[in-house]
């Protein structure tokens, strides 16, 4: 099995908090269509004929595009890959763009998912994180799509924004879980370089939460989704049964994707590679048949450090035998060796063959994952 990731790299607006490659230039939308239509069919043979078990459309704000863009890329994707019957087909959307309109019209598309970039549902953090949307168009926007007969439907939440209190997000959960969807990301907030965010934080104009209450708000977090029945399926991700995000799941399986549009990131087991940063020099290479991406091989400690990384990251664990079979027992060795502390300390545990991360351990999961690492 594989996948199909597209990248939509506009925003209407920039959020305070965000790295990611995008660009405020709806004037490009229509030649970008064809671009990546044109890039479907030139790497046609990616991922060797492999059926396709999701395609996700991610941003930037896929929600941006009309539905004959949607449905251009569609017929790209249908003439030339097999999409696997019961394929998960996933778009990102802003709850400003899911008016009832756009849901009825996007309805008879083969979307199955929907993934709504909420964030918070206060409007002054809102307001503080240049979101586009109001707390009460969060609480519509998943209404209506529920309305228009959308069955699995994912938010995306951040702990820990700035002057945010542990009440505060205690509100924020209850009403994200008032809403009954299936799934909730829910991460919490990093200071990126360069984002205007840092810069604020930097200059001290922001109040930021320290690491004592972002434990709390995220013990908080899974104690509320457990008791409401979603599972912790990976540290940031909590899903009702059988909803659990089969896309970011085959991320997580090593499972091969091909990833098209302007900075998207493909894997191939062997290699990744990722697309340029630039919609206009994407479109430029394309369009003249030119390398349009960079291509790196990975060594035998990239692929360790990559399945150390994402199967820790997850309640299904790290599967010790597989380990040793994949990297051998030298590495093997040296992932026992350096984690027996955290073992010890019982901020990981062994059973069924299988490491996982305690309660504990999820605190520092970033600190443990630093020692397993080789370089
Ligand atoms: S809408 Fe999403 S991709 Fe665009 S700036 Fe905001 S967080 Fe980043």
């Avoid at 594989?2 to 790299?9: E, F, K």
């Avoid at 087909?89 to 009832?100: C, G, K, Q, S, Y």
């Avoid at 007969?149 to 939440?157: A, M, P």
């Avoid at 924020?172 to 990093?190: K, P």
Wanted: aromatic fraction near 12%; proline fraction near 3%; include cysteine.
């Amino acid at each position: 099995m594989a996948g199909i990731y597209i990248h939509i790299p506009f925003c209407k607006q920039r959020c305070t908090y965000c790295d990611f490659y995008t660009e405020v230039a709806p004037g490009f939308i229509p030649s970008l269509v064809e671009a990546i239509v044109l890039e479907l069919k030139i790497r046609k043979d990616y991922i060797q004929n492999l059926p396709i078990n999701t395609i996700y459309f991610g941003g930037g704000t896929p929600s941006i595009l009309s539905v004959e863009q949607f449905s251009r890329i569609f017929e790209a994707i249908d003439s030339l890959y097999s999409v696997a019957e019961d394929a998960e087909i996933t778009f990102e959307a802003n709850p400003d763009d899911l008016t009832v309109e756009f849901l009825n019209a996007i309805r008879p598309l083969p979307f199955n998912r929907i993934s709504i970039g909420i964030q918070s549902f206060d409007d002054c953090d809102l307001k503080r994180i240049n979101r586009r949307h109001s707390s009460l168009q969060a609480i519509k926007a998943v209404k209506d799509t529920q309305n228009a007969g959308f069955d699995n439907i994912s938010i995306d939440l951040i702990y820990g924004l700035p002057f945010q209190t542990l009440e505060a997000w205690e509100k924020q959960l209850d009403t994200a879980l008032d809403l009954q969807v299936q799934h909730i990301s829910a991460y919490g907030l990093t200071y990126e370089e360069g984002t205007l965010l840092w810069k604020q934080r930097e200059n001290g104009a922001i109040e930021t939460v320290d690491e004592l209450i972002m434990n709390k708000m995220y013990l908080l977090l899974v104690e509320k989704t457990k008791h409401k029945g979603f599972e912790a399926y990976e540290i940031s991700n909590f899903a009702l049964p059988k909803y659990r995000s089969r896309h970011n799941s085959s991320y997580w399986k090593q499972e091969p994707y091909l990833g098209v549009g302007p900075s998207a990131h493909s894997y191939d087991l062997i290699s990744r590679q990722w697309n340029v940063s630039s919609i206009a020099e994407y479109m430029k290479a394309i369009n003249t048949h030119a390398t349009f991406f960079e291509r790196e091989v990975l060594s035998l400690n990239d692929r360790y450090n990559d399945f150390v990384m994402v199967s820790l990251r997850t309640t299904d664990g790290l599967d010790v035998s597989k380990m040793e079979k994949e990297f051998g027992t030298d590495l093997a060795a040296y992932c026992l060796r350096n984690i027996k502390t955290f073992t010890d300390s019982e901020k990981v545990y062994y059973s069924d063959g299988k490491l996982r991360l305690t309660a504990d351990g999820i605190q520092i999961s970033n600190l443990i994952l630093i020692q397993l690492m080789k370089v």
